[in-house]
């Protein structure tokens, strides 16, 4: 079975880039697999994109060996199945609020007896391998979202389940929900702290930790701090950024 | 009928930066109109899209007030037609050599007796309102390809076709048929004297000078010689360069 | 942010006609955004369509100030989440049968602290505008179904539930749960003694009131009695009735 | 292999009426195929659609007994073919000039050694029947446009043409050649003179006569003028049309 | 209403063959339509597909009377409701385990009083006749999946919930969660007495059986041991089996 | 630069088996890539598939060492191009039946000064790698279609265009033109004859030949006679006789 290369690079200690998709595009995926992100993680969640676009994008990301993921919109089984069929290296699942949660999201990314994921790995053999179904479940990452106050105080619930890889945090939900009005790259005191109480209770509990930022700056403080899954922006928003700059640039030199 | 800006800004003298659309994306097309590109071009000689996604991207695009364009993949008057027909005001036109060319260009896009447009603007009288069928003629722009040795040597020809509004270098072919190898932000000095060849050709016949570039500074210089209409880089080369220099900056402030 | 004009109408007392969107269309959607209907809603319970077209029929709508609507499938958080993140400026959802139901549904659509609306406003900031995060509780509509026998004796407390800003009355289920036979534009005097019950009930609760009909009729009829927010058919059956109209005007004409 | 029951009504002497499609969409086309069109007609030229999506709308068509037709954008061998290959039972074909057009545009739809047309009706077969390789050249349906001042003088030379089974007129591009500003149910004396002697030309030439139209009212004149095939209006006419009639019916109702 | 043909054939208590459609494609599915399958089954658990796809693969495959059913993803009901209202004529719902289950499922497939499926069968009008309310409830076919250890224990809790049809055995899941290897045409002697068990059940309470099997042998075995409704492979599996051995069969006649 | 696995195969003597697809799907594509096809042929004339849904097949394919290729629908330069700046290793193209017809055909597959490509390998240099430009056309396999009796008599003109690497028999059209009823795996005598005598000329110029079949059997007789490229049925016909045996066999096999 093709390795999972996030696995091996977080064993070894190291961290990993990860680029974020919200267009609904196998060939703007494409052209994100080629530019050296690690992994890319497909937004069901906030991105305008879809189940059918989303396999198209898959196919498109394994043209090259970046490791295809999958943000779920919900902790849906139904959800996330679909997606591991559909050779998802490993799922994003937003609100793991307690152990219930996790456990939940979890058992649907493993095969029983460890889970009750259902049989039917369509894409997934034709992308990793025959031995698919006997080895998916030490390559599939579960990677659960820590947003709220609720998560952040059954933390060590959430870590302790069994077969749990990493979390991701989302600093957006997280700063609402503590009353905050920040979204990305946190920087108020009180949200740092928890932000350090998060990746404090990650090493403790041997999970990796991952987290969302809006610039290459926090993304390297976060990776500093000992995050080792860092996303930066979205493919969009990126996009975005270097189109107003080329045409401010056009601006500045006409005389 | 809606007014056509590019139009308004160049017979003021003024020039207008194009952004250039490869994505098949309607959310894609929405983001860079947003931006502060005056227009958007649909390309469908080397972008990977097709009509029925295009469409869309023209009814995105219409959510703002930045100019739709399109370049069709070859001088058919049915794909001009059906570009026009949903709502595009204005069509580039690759490999315009001759007066025949462009006259059967720019034939395709006028209504009779101007030309032999056939009637049936089904989008473009929702986009442009209901009088659209009396004043289109004045607001569709044709903008022919210069982009080879032959269309070089036929200037005058070609420029002096009536109904013409502008010409696009494409500097890719256009240094490819001189026998040059650079692709785009020609400095070969024989290729700088044929755009300004080009320019002055221009300037004599009262036909407005656009070109594609790959960078701010080359497009900036362009309009301080005189060229009306400037194209930096592409939807999805802004994005993955944004993408490279994001995962440099990572990788450069990790310690 | 860009005013919700459903809102300002129903504030000045007024009544507003929607538009109702079966075919999975951008261009459909985008002629019925022109004919005059206030609201547009797009019917993901029985309508052939899916996300990603309904993502390309918002922004067809959005070349026009028709409000867009949707209703969703399910009282389903990541649908109706999804749906406004994609710039729907209000949600109808079925079966809400009780205070916990429409609590459920009022708080998926409403940011933290007032529910727990997952923050990503993708596309509607590109339609509402920058301050979207700040301002878009005050500016989605709720509106929960009313269609069920549960669903009229429980309506003082759905009507009470704090943020719900419409119902919509459903005939079709709620005359089969009441055993009746009728689908829409209700005669039978029971049922009509139930929709006198709802408008009553959401008059003393200052919460608007919707509903299906198959006429114009009936619609006028349902707003001369209070309702505010009336639906005439759907897309595909007054294409298909206009379509038996002409048909059967030949047949009677030719000799 | 099925029957084309347009060619058998109008061997009987009788009329049929034709569905017009601009919507991409086989929803819509499948309940336009429900109200009673004798035959539908997937415009290619000025309808908002593309080739994969036609192919779902003649499947969607091929649920019940119409008679799918489609206009090509241009005398196109290849498109002619392809449309013929995914099941069409026969071809609008525009801008059919003089002779040389019409047995270009015959030659494409049939087989040699008739014409030149090429092998390979991949979901034909499936909608015909297995024999349908060798009775296709007697069910497809050629049907030029005249709609222009050189169609009219050369109606001899194009009617004569062997395998041309009828003629479409197309009023719009047909009253702007001639100089008038009609463009549908075309009353200027002189045009209605020249229709008159293109149907006197088509019985003339014992070739069927259609017509695009805008009302009930004229089609059923046309008729009873001899054209045997009419179109009235398109899908997205009918209801635009019907949704103005709708609010109206409601606004002037309200008290 | 247009009959159930699988209803009519099990009545007599004779067999059908279902085929298995895991590609997103409507032409394949019309392909599939046409080769003798009973029925067709459109797989949302594992088939990598959607709804908007479903939609054409349903126009297609009513183009003949092969009976269009579906697997849903989950035991949803909105899920089910949409593709009912799609024009399936039967469900398939995975991961049925006990009475509640069943009753959850069954429910959302019948109208009030039977069940809580909501009105507006959209295209199922279509597709069946007007009369499709009124006798819906009779035709639409409910098979609940047996697919693990806790669904065998609770079969005749299972079995006699009103409305249900049929079953449908999952081997690969149901051998999973028994702790085996094997994942279909199950010979494990343990395996072969817990399908012999479910057979005798249904046979007990009047319900129709089915199975997935992974070949002809199995299928046609199964039949004779009293299966009603057998599945042989998808169609993707029949098109790369194929594909092999013609592959293999050129090698090997090449000198 | 990738190679073109299909140039090393001839170029040693040996011959490659093509798949055929009409399945406008890029799951099935992907599912095609992985049974050991040499090459995979996307084809645009008889398929019914279009531009868009084919850069998703060209990405499946590209997940595996499988040569994309492409039969265009007609020696159009624009559609060539456009499929190779998709990322095609080469075309096959339909009815080149002169000297004029392949220089036309060559030209467009070839960069100035050998052709007249335009540049913007826009997908291509994502698939091939950042050198496709300088070594494109080394590696683009131009394959004509020999079809026609005209095609047949001008076989030397053909096959000395400078550029041509390879031709393709299509036995249908090439019967029909000869007056024959057979459709593929000619066995007619006089057809037999022209084949070899195509055969002959290709060993002649240097110039591999290709040919589709309907079997394994025929398609290793060609090999054996010299061709060196031989496609077998089609991704559809595969599934539908694959389908029509398994029923077969459960019918034979039910007691």
């Not at 609100?95 to 095969?111: K, L, S, T």
């Not at 990776?223 to 401010?248: C, E, H, P, Y």
Request: glycine share 8%; charged share 20%.
């Amino acid at each position: 079975m093709r390795e999972n290369r996030l696995l091996q690079t977080w064993a070894g200690g190291g961290y990993t880039i990860n680029g974020w998709l919200h267009l609904p595009s196998s060939f703007a995926a494409e052209v994100m697999a080629h530019q050296g992100w690690e992994s890319l993680t497909i937004d069901f969640q906030h991105g305008v994109l879809d189940y059918a676009t989303a396999v198209t994008m898959l196919q498109a990301i394994s043209t090259t060996d970046t490791v295809p993921l999958a943000r779920v919109s919900w902790n849906s089984p139904a959800e996330i199945m679909r997606l591991l069929d559909a050779g998802c290296y490993g799922i994003i699942c937003p609100m793991v609020n307690n152990r219930a949660d996790a456990e939940r999201f979890v058992g649907a990314c493993r095969y029983p007896p460890r889970g009750y994921r259902s049989f039917g790995p369509t894409r997934a053999m034709l992308y990793a391998g025959a031995d698919y179904p006997e080895f998916a479940d030490r390559h599939v990452i579960t990677m659960a979202m820590i947003e709220t106050v609720e998560a952040v105080e059954n933390l060590d619930d959430i870590l302790s389940v069994d077969g749990l890889d990493a979390i991701y945090i989302g600093p957006a939900d997280l700063s609402q929900t503590f009353g905050g009005t920040e979204r990305s790259d946190l920087t108020e005191p009180r949200m740092v702290d928890v932000l350090d109480r998060i990746l404090e209770a990650t090493r403790r509990h041997n999970v990796v930790a991952g987290i969302y930022t809006g610039s290459a700056a926090y993304a390297a403080m976060m990776v500093n701090k000992g995050a080792q899954f860092v996303t930066v922006q979205s493919d969009w928003r990126l996009m975005a950024a270097a189109s107003r700059d080329a045409i401010a640039a056009v601006r500045a030199s006409v005389t």
